[in-house]
C-alpha cells in the first residue's frame, strides 16, 4: 500500500506566507482606524462633533461656549412657551418662567460636546460615526429654580 506524504517544506512557506499576509493586513488595517479616530480627534478638539444638535438647532463645530450663546438666542420656549392648566371648569395660562423654569444653555451645549466623548473608545465612535451619518439629537437642559 502506498502512502502519499506531504513534505514539510513545502507547506510550511505557504501556511507562512498566508499567516504573515493576514498579519501585516490586520497591523495596516489597525493601524488606519487608528489614525482616522486620532485625526478625527484632532480636528474636533475642543469643538462639538458635526451631526449633534440641541432641540434642533445645528451645533456641528462649534466650541462649548460658541453652541450656548447659538442656543441662548434661538431657543425661548422658557420666555414665549406657554403651559395650560385645567381644574374642572377653571383654565388659566402661564409662561414656563413663570413656574420657575429657566433654559440651561451652557449645560446643554455641555452635553452635546460631551456626545461622543464620553463612552469608552468603541462606544465614542460608534456615537461619532452616528452622529455624522444620521445625525443625534440632545434634549435642552432646564433648570427649576424657587422664588
Same mark, same amino acid.
Given at each position: *500500500?502506498?502512502? !502519499?506524504?506531504?513534505?514539510?517544506?513545502?507547506?510550511?512557506?505557504?501556511? *507562512?506566507?498566508?499567516?504573515?499576509?493576514?498579519?501585516?493586513?490586520?497591523?495596516?488595517?489597525?493601524?488606519?482606524?487608528?489614525?482616522?479616530?486620532?485625526?478625527?480627534?484632532?480636528?474636533? %478638539?475642543?469643538?462639538?462633533? &458635526?451631526?449633534?444638535?440641541? =432641540?434642533?438647532?445645528?451645533?456641528?463645530?462649534?466650541? &462649548?461656549? +460658541?453652541?450656548?450663546?447659538?442656543?441662548?438666542? !434661538?431657543?425661548?420656549?422658557?420666555?414665549?412657551?406657554?403651559?395650560?392648566?385645567?381644574?374642572?371648569?377653571?383654565?388659566?395660562?402661564? %409662561?414656563?418662567?413663570? #413656574?420657575? *423654569?429657566?433654559?440651561? &444653555?451652557?449645560?446643554?451645549?455641555?452635553?452635546?460636546?460631551?456626545?461622543?466623548?464620553?463612552?469608552? #473608545?468603541?462606544?465614542?465612535?460608534?456615537?461619532?460615526?452616528? =452622529?455624522?451619518?444620521?445625525?443625534?439629537?440632545?434634549? &435642552? #437642559?432646564?433648570?427649576?429654580?424657587? +422664588?
Amino acid at each position: *500500500m502506498a502512502t !502519499t506524504r506531504f513534505s514539510t517544506s513545502q507547506t510550511n512557506p505557504i501556511l *507562512m506566507r498566508v499567516a504573515a499576509a493576514f498579519s501585516l493586513g490586520s497591523f495596516i488595517y489597525l493601524g488606519l482606524i487608528l489614525f482616522w479616530t486620532m485625526s478625527y480627534q484632532l480636528l474636533y %478638539a475642543g469643538r462639538i462633533f &458635526p451631526g449633534v444638535s440641541v =432641540a434642533g438647532v445645528e451645533l456641528s463645530g462649534l466650541s &462649548p461656549a +460658541e453652541a450656548a450663546i447659538k442656543l441662548s438666542q !434661538t431657543l425661548s420656549y422658557p420666555n414665549t412657551g406657554k403651559v395650560l392648566f385645567r381644574d374642572g371648569e377653571k383654565i388659566w395660562v402661564a %409662561a414656563p418662567t413663570e #413656574l420657575g *423654569m429657566v433654559f440651561d &444653555p451652557s449645560t446643554s451645549a455641555l452635553t452635546a460636546y460631551q456626545l461622543g466623548r464620553k463612552d469608552g #473608545l468603541f462606544g465614542s465612535i460608534a456615537r461619532q460615526v452616528q =452622529a455624522r451619518g444620521a445625525g443625534l439629537d440632545v434634549a &435642552p #437642559l432646564y433648570l427649576l429654580t424657587r +422664588e
